[in-house]
């Protein structure tokens, strides 16, 4: 039996990266008979960069809603808010006792986040992954559906819950980090040597609001190169090489197939192929996200229940923990 979890920040419109190298995974995942999933807003995570009280607010329901647009379905899954759910951050609390403050700053996430908010390094942001690790330590998860980016804090995650077992005994499961084949790693389509980001405003982001003929626009403005040949080259073709990557996550093909499909094509009917595919994917996703959106009522109702399902894990690991730590209950 196979537990999955996975988080995503409120901070913004979801991007085209975040759908494909992770929603569209992880809804595929929840309809696999024998697996146990829960699928959580972070927004405890979200504050560690300043947030606007009402777009949290706005975009927890926004993250919650793309979910499920995008067909997940919540008999199956455990969708919830993560400050629903008060075990996070204390088993947090207890987890900081067992990291190391240099182990924290090594992270690039802590050293890049720390760069672009140097008003603001607080602990919180030092102290990220820690609360990472709780998310993930408290569902006895066995895998952890991610983006490249977070495979560093996988790896810390793993590391205190072996430190944690190893003084206490088996009490957590080791977790596996599950990086997708392709679109790990969605970059942005003006500057393919950065992350498409919902926290970074750029013309090169596809939001998954985006209208057709947005969406059309900016794929035929992507950044390519003057080889002319569309090849899988990260290296010396990572603008191609991320498109391509778009289109076999849209699809649901390899890059062999493809790269096939694209020899002797001029960029020009590459991008617009793509942009087509990207179209015919999340046009469907929209109108259920926008029906939604507009039932906020519905969306708690489905937190509420979340948060039920998701508190009963994780108060039992929680309460597993004290016992062997030496807490009175
Ligand atoms: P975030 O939106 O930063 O909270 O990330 C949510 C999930 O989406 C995480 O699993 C990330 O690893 C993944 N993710 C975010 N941006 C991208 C991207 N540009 N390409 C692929 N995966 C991404
Ligand atoms: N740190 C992840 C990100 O920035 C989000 C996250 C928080 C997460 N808790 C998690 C991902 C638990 C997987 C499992 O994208």
């Not at 699809?251 to 009917?269: L, N, R, S």
């Not at 046009?283 to 959106?293: C, F, S």
Request: proline residues 4%; contains cysteine.
């Amino acid at each position: 039996m196979k537990t999955f979890i996975s988080g995503i920040q409120p901070t913004g419109d979801m991007t085209l990266g975040s759908y494909l190298g992770a929603i569209k995974n992880h809804v595929q995942l929840a309809d696999i008979a024998d697996t146990t999933t829960y699928y959580c807003v972070v927004d405890l995570h979200a504050i560690t960069v300043r947030q606007e009280p009402q777009r949290l607010r706005d975009f927890t329901y926004s993250v919650a809603a793309w979910y499920l647009a995008a067909g997940l379905d919540t008999s199956k899954s455990t969708l919830f808010v993560q400050n629903h759910v008060r075990a996070h951050t204390e088993l947090g609390w207890i987890l900081n006792t067992f990291t190391q403050v240099g182990e924290l700053e090594r992270m690039t996430q802590y050293k890049d986040k720390s760069k672009q908010h140097k008003h603001n390094v607080n602990a919180g942001l030092l102290t990220y992954p820690v609360l990472m690790a709780a998310d993930i330590l408290l569902y006895n998860t066995t895998h952890v559906p991610v983006g490249d980016d977070q495979k560093q804090h996988l790896e810390l995650t793993r590391n205190v819950a072996q430190r944690f077992n190893g003084v206490y005994g088996d009490v957590f499961v080791v977790p596996e980090p599950m990086i997708p084949k392709v679109a790990a790693r969605v970059m942005d389509l003006q500057d393919p040597t950065s992350k498409m980001s919902k926290s970074q405003e750029s013309n090169g982001t596809v939001y998954l609001k985006d209208e057709p003929a947005q969406i059309t626009k900016k794929f035929k403005r992507a950044v390519t190169d003057n080889i002319a040949n569309v090849a899988w080259d990260p290296i010396e073709q990572a603008g191609v090489t991320n498109l391509l990557s778009i289109y076999c996550a849209s699809k649901g093909i390899t890059p062999e197939q493809a790269v096939a499909e694209f020899t002797g094509k001029g960029y020009g009917d590459f991008k617009t192929t793509i942009a087509e595919a990207v179209i015919a994917e999340v046009a469907p996703i929209q109108n259920r996200y926008k029906e939604l959106m507009a039932d906020k009522a519905e969306l708690d109702a489905i937190f509420k229940k979340g948060a039920e399902k998701a508190s009963a894990q994780a108060e039992t690991v929680l309460a597993k923990v004290k016992d062997v730590m030496g807490f009175v209950r």
